[in-house]
T-cell receptor, first 111, second 112 residues
């Protein structure tokens, strides 16, 4: 069964706006990662947040993790057309290093 | 910096044919993972190898097999192909078992 569920499934914004994507999961996790995938291409790792962390920043990216609500959010500030991609969250749990991916959010940033 | 290399990038096969996908990990990476991503779907883990031994097994069909060679490259062998095998197949690599994997560009397989 799927671990991560992204919300919304699709997001369309204008360049310069902020984009927020959410991920909910079902079981306890050790870490949560966010990946970006440009259309039909490889996955690019964006950021990893561990279960004992609440917030993490990387450039224009801000990730939060709320383990009590079993959810995470990815905020992209001042979006650019080049941010157009699908964004996946992936959880790691137990002793496994295999991430379990959610369905992804398709983000379109209009120039 | 060198990335994960996958070949071929595109492959078209007929039903019941076989296909072999290759993955060359980042130099010095000893762990390789295979994922399958169907159209509009999330990546699903298939199988992984560490130091040439199978380490984890996911939703890999019995018709598929894989191995990791002495130079750490890996091959995914797919037999009796079905229409539903049409997907993007990703390989990822890492140095040991760590949370962050580095993904290749993928091989797009189309089964007709």
């Amino acid at each position: 069964s799927q671990q991560g569920e992204e919300d919304p499934q699709a997001l369309s914004i204008q360049e310069g706006e902020n984009a927020t994507m959410n991920c909910s999961y079902k079981t306890s996790i050790n870490n949560l990662q966010w990946y970006r995938q440009n259309s039909g291409r490889g996955l690019v790792h964006l950021i990893l947040i561990r279960s004992n962390e609440r917030e993490k920043h990387s450039g224009r990216l801000r990730v939060t993790l709320d383990t009590s609500k079993k959810s995470s959010s990815l905020l992209i500030t001042a979006s650019r057309a080049a941010d157009t991609a699908s964004y996946f969250c992936a959880t790691g749990s137990g002793g496994s290093y295999i991430p379990t991916f959610g369905r992804g959010t398709s983000l379109i940033v209009h120039p | 910096a060198a990335g994960v290399i996958q070949s071929p990038r595109h492959l078209i096969k007929e039903k019941r044919e076989t296909a072999t996908l290759k993955c060359y990990p980042i130099p010095r990476h000893d762990t390789v993972y295979w994922y399958q991503q169907g159209p509009g779907q999330d990546p699903q883990f298939l199988i992984s190898f560490y130091e040439k031994m199978q380490s984890d097994k996911g939703s890999i069909p019995d018709r598929f097999s894989a191995q990791q060679f002495s130079d750490y490259h890996s091959e995914l062998n797919m037999s009796s192909l079905e229409l539903g095998d049409s997907a993007l197949y990703f390989c990822a690599s890492s140095l040991g078992f760590v949370e962050t994997q580095y993904f290749g560009p993928g091989t797009r397989l189309l089964v007709l």
